[in-house]
């Protein structure tokens, strides 16, 4: 059962931008916290940003002031948005929400910065 649908990925220059979405078809986003993370090749997943059912936010250090998380509790998704992309931005991105019963993820998408 899909929970989770992530879109927005694709290939991108240094220095534009893209959106990446995740919309929840099982839960309302609004009662729990959603982030991304993103795995480039080779390395450990690591979390992007992060936020609460409160409205809280966080960032990694790596992409604050570039990157934008947000909610759409209309829409029931979580948006990212990512400005000046660097090629060191490459990764599949991933959509992660934890409610009571446990932690749940995207499918992943791509994003690929070319230099």
């Known amino acids: 059962q899909v929970q989770l649908v992530e879109s927005g990925g694709g290939l991108v220059q240094a220095g534009g931008s893209l959106r990446l979405s995740c919309a929840d078809s099982?839960?309302?986003?609004?009662?729990?916290?959603a982030a991304w993370h993103r795995q480039a090749p080779g390395k450990q997943r690591e979390l992007v940003a992060r936020?609460?059912?409160?409205?809280?936010?966080m960032y990694a250090d790596s992409v604050k002031g570039r990157f934008t998380i947000s909610r759409d509790d209309v829409k029931n998704t979580v948006y990212l948005q990512m400005s000046n992309l660097k090629p060191v931005d490459t990764a599949v991105y991933y959509c992660?929400?934890?409610?009571?019963?446990?932690?749940?993820w995207g499918q992943g998408t791509q994003v690929t910065v070319s230099s």
């Open positions: 099982y839960r309302t986003l609004t009662y729990y916290t």
């Open positions: 936020i609460g059912a409160s409205g809280n936010i």
């Open positions: 992660k929400v934890v409610d009571s019963r446990g932690t749940y």
